[in-house]
């Protein structure tokens, strides 16, 4: 699970690099830019919020096998049709936002499957769940910062197109990998009744329930709209108008990816030995707003490079964390309905992040449009935490300990 999860992150991330810089430099248009993550994250947030049910019926493995190759297939038509002349742009755009689309929409339900397996895969080892979840988020984020670090170098030596064929050949062997190597996982009663509605009704009523959980998506889907805001568009417009090449993205990424390994490592051999309460407000303060402001204040390269370690530190601590509480929390015959739809939700800023982004570089300059986002990532991340329920998050371990 672990390997095969890897790879298909590594794919998606060589795409985050080599999609908006194919459209920015063929374009020079930060909204089109902006647009081609909306196309496909929009589709992708509706079908994982739809595909909970599904995962706990059918089981996460057919699930995960059938949306890597269905997305796989999609992603493998940019480069074949970039080759033979036929997606020229900007003349093209709505053909390449067609096939980004399609692969979102089918990447979906495949990644929230996956994500459904880490209670199995606890049970199966008898490791605790808060360091499966840490060795899971470790993989995760190794595998982020090879494909961020990869993106850029294949870009700038294969040309943008051609390195989306890279993406599809991942999550054609993630594909591979699970239908041969992962027995099937039964979530939920095959045999449970009730209409596919009521069951994801199961799922939305549980989260409209737990306190914590709506508080943390509600601070998560903003820092993710803003994430993506600065991801697809802001860093990719401000590196190319300073001269810069994609390899400084890719530098910038395993940068931050590799500190985040070595943190959630840190948190994962820690796990139960500090606040979580702490360790996800203090994570999430450095991650974000520290980046946004080197690059909108034009801070020495250095200073920038430091930002995004700082900024890796910080996230490691977060995912650990939040997937603890979360299999802590949800009972586990519905923890593929309510999974996917706590996914979708905390993903539903991503396709806005895009168009917010595009819309901000063009109407104010990428300069105060970073220095607004890393402002409002700010204040998104200590405001909510404020909030009383978030007390919960260290008496639940501790009831859960004692049980």
Do not use: C
């Amino acid at each position: 699970m672990l390997f095969a999860s890897s790879v298909s992150i590594a794919g998606t991330r060589i795409s985050t690099v080599a999609l908006p810089w194919l459209v920015y430099t063929e374009t020079k248009s930060a909204p089109l830019t902006g647009l081609v993550l909306a196309a496909e994250m929009a589709p992708y947030v509706i079908s994982k919020a739809l595909g909970g049910p599904l995962v706990d019926r059918r089981g996460p493995r057919a699930i995960s096998v059938a949306g890597d190759l269905l997305s796989g297939a999609f992603l493998a038509f940019i480069p074949i049709l970039y080759a033979v002349g036929q997606l020229s742009l900007p003349e093209r755009i709505p053909l390449l936002l067609t096939l980004v689309a399609l692969a979102g929409a089918f990447r979906g339900p495949g990644d929230g499957a996956r994500n459904a397996m880490v209670p199995a895969v606890a049970d199966a080892s008898g490791v605790p769940l808060e360091r499966i979840t840490g060795l899971d988020t470790t993989v995760d984020r190794a595998s982020a910062l090879l494909g961020a670090g990869i993106g850029g170098l294949l870009v700038g030596a294969l040309g943008a197109a051609q390195t989306v064929a890279v993406t599809a050949g991942a999550t054609f062997i993630s594909a591979v990998v699970v239908a041969v190597f992962i027995p099937r996982v039964v979530l939920g009663d095959t045999n449970e009744e009730g209409t596919y509605l009521s069951r994801l009704r199961t799922g939305v009523d549980f989260l409209r329930q737990d306190r914590l959980l709506r508080s943390i998506l509600t601070m998560i889907t903003v820092t993710n709209l803003l994430e993506a805001a600065y991801i697809s568009v802001m860093l990719p417009v401000w590196v190319h108008d300073q001269g810069h090449g994609p390899e400084l993205i890719g530098l910038l990424g395993i940068l931050y990816g590799g500190a985040a390994v070595a943190s959630s490592l840190a948190a994962t051999t820690m796990a139960g030995q500090f606040s979580r309460r702490t360790a996800y407000l203090l994570g999430f303060t450095l991650a974000g707003a520290p980046r946004y402001l080197a690059l909108a204040l034009d801070a020495p390269l250095w200073a920038i490079i430091a930002s995004n370690v700082v900024a890796g530190l910080g996230s490691g601590f977060i995912s650990p964390t939040l997937g603890a509480i979360f299999f802590e929390r949800v009972p586990r015959p519905i923890v593929g309905r309510v999974g996917s739809l706590a996914d979708a939700l905390a993903w539903a800023g991503l396709p806005v992040g895009g168009m917010v982004g595009g819309a901000a570089v063009a109407a104010i300059g990428v300069a105060p449009a970073l220095g607004l986002a890393g402002a409002a990532y700010l204040v998104a991340t200590t405001g909510t935490g404020l909030r009383p329920e978030w007390r919960d998050m260290d008496r639940r371990r501790t009831r859960v300990s004692r049980e």
